[in-house]
């Protein structure tokens, strides 16, 4: 359900033609619905994945059903700050008004053994948040510029409802994030989704304190409910994949019901005409109730330690931002 009681369907959507939208993770799940009902109104879609042999087929197949040939495919790997700030410079470079930006692709943390990206991040961490904290801050200019033209630019991040129910108290466990003995998958994940939820909430902040208030910038997350993705799927045993997958397609929605909640706030008018911003919305597009949230997703104190943390810990790392 959109804010206007009537449930959201992607027909309502405006027309996206001139418009670019730039996504992360459209090789599965999520993030092929959300690209195919972008490009099937017209936008330019620029598809963020770290696997050209996965994703390439899918824009593929995206160009076919849609009839749009604005797809196209960026590598970036979120295993990589350099891959992410290379995919940052690649989107650039096309010089195109940047409208709309998707933060959807995500992983869960192996259980048991923390693993370390090659900047040696925390891979829950670095995947779910700081290689989208860093590509957003390096797309930023380009989504305000687009705001300054008189086109509202908007930002999805795709959080979870894991950060109401598996999360710490007190939110984020700062000083933890790089301790191999604190390390708890389902913490970790619902950790890293509550800071997707903290980032927009500041971004938007940032943005209007830079911008102007009610300036046609739309910062949000979401939950896309229980998809049956392949989102967990590298942990189940091989043996038992065939039944996990039938009980899946029975108690999950699909991918492209997945996709409404990120589709309505990238790109239906309502979230201009009913100014939603810096909210969190739960599957299908509904506007959630205060259980859907955890206390310490309201803490704006918390948003920004995120934000200057996050600064601090990319600076360490070597890559400005
Ligand atoms: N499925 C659910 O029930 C559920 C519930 C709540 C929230 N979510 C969130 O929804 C979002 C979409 O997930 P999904 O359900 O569509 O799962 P999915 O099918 O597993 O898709 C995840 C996407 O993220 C990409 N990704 C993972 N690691 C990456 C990396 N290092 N570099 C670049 N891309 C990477 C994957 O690419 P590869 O194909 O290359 O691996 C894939 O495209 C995620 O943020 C997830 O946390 C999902």
Redesign the pocket.
């Known amino acids: 359900m959109s804010d206007s009681a009537k449930p959201f369907t992607y027909e309502s959507l405006p027309d996206l033609s001139g418009q670019t939208a730039v996504i992360?993770?459209?090789?599965?799940?999520?993030?092929i619905a959300t690209a195919m009902e972008l490009a099937r109104k017209g936008a330019h879609v620029l598809c963020l994945?770290?696997?050209k042999e996965?994703t390439q087929p899918v824009i593929d197949g995206i160009i076919k059903e849609t009839g749009n040939e604005k797809v196209e495919f960026i590598p970036?790997?979120?295993?990589s700050l350099r891959s992410v700030t290379a995919a940052a410079d690649a989107v650039a470079a096309k010089a195109l008004p940047v409208n709309m930006l998707i933060l959807?692709?995500?992983?869960i943390g192996a259980p048991g053994k923390m693993a370390r990206s090659e900047d040696g991040i925390e891979v829950t961490w670095v995947?779910?948040h700081f290689s989208h904290f860093l590509l957003a801050r390096r797309l930023l200019p380009l989504l305000e510029r687009s705001v300054s033209l008189g086109t509202p630019a908007r930002v999805v991040a795709?959080?979870?409802?894991?950060q109401s129910f598996a999360g710490y108290k007190e939110g984020i466990r700062f000083d933890a994030y790089d301790d191999e003995s604190k390390y708890e998958m389902f913490n970790r994940y619902a950790e890293t989704?509550l800071a997707n939820i903290l980032m927009v909430r500041e971004m938007q902040r940032k943005v209007e304190e830079k911008l102007g208030k009610g300036v046609g910038f739309y910062a949000n997350s979401c939950?896309?409910?229980?998809?049956n993705?392949?989102?967990g799927d590298d942990y189940v045993w091989s043996w038992i994949r065939p039944v996990f997958s039938a009980i899946k397609s029975l108690v999950?929605i699909t991918?492209s019901e997945?996709a409404k909640s990120s589709v309505f706030l990238a790109a239906a008018s309502d979230v201009q005409t009913h100014n939603i911003r810096g909210q969190y919305y739960m599957d299908r597009a509904r506007p959630p109730k205060p259980k859907d949230l955890c206390a310490a997703a309201g803490d704006e104190a918390l948003a920004k330690r995120l934000w200057e943390w996050s600064e601090e810990v990319l600076t360490e790392k070597g890559v400005g931002v």
């Open positions: 992360t993770g459209c090789s599965s799940g999520v993030g994945a770290r696997n996965k970036c790997d979120l295993l959807n692709a995500g992983m995947v779910n795709v959080s979870s409802a894991a989704k939950h896309p409910g229980a998809v993705s392949e989102l999950m991918p997945g």
